[in-house]
């Protein structure tokens, strides 16, 4: 079963950093082979997509701020989060995606929390 941890949030200052891990584990493919992607939930909101590894797309609200990347030697995907806004406060979740023809399958970390606050 593909395990997805996160790691890396806190509480900053606005116009701090964090750079937020995932680490992948019980793949049944190369990790290579998942599509992966951060996505948040602010408090009381719906979750929302945040950055695509593999397309490097972003939403509007962190272009210029937020930066993905991925690691597939160590199974690894990255958020690195520049020039914190308040606005970004949510526990950020890390996502892999397997597609299978038509279908693809989901998978979810349990998430970190980013609170951005002065």
């Known amino acids: 079963q593909v395990q997805l941890v996160e790691s890396g949030g806190g509480s900053v200052q606005p116009g701090g950093s964090l750079r937020l891990s995932c680490q992948a584990s019980g793949l049944t493919f190369s990790f290579s082979a998942y599509a992966m992607s951060w996505y948040r939930q602010p408090p009381g909101k719906a979750r929302e997509l945040v950055a695509s590894a593999d397309s490097a797309n972003y939403a509007d609200s962190v272009k210029g701020r937020f930066t993905i990347s991925r690691d597939n030697a160590k199974n690894t995907v990255h958020l690195q989060i520049d020039s914190l806004k308040s606005e970004d406060t949510a526990v950020y979740f890390c996502?892999?995606?397997?597609?299978?023809?038509?279908?693809?399958?989901?998978?979810w970390g349990q998430g970190t929390q980013v609170t951005v606050s002065s």
């Open positions: 996502s892999a995606r397997m597609i299978y023809g038509a279908a693809h399958r989901d998978y």
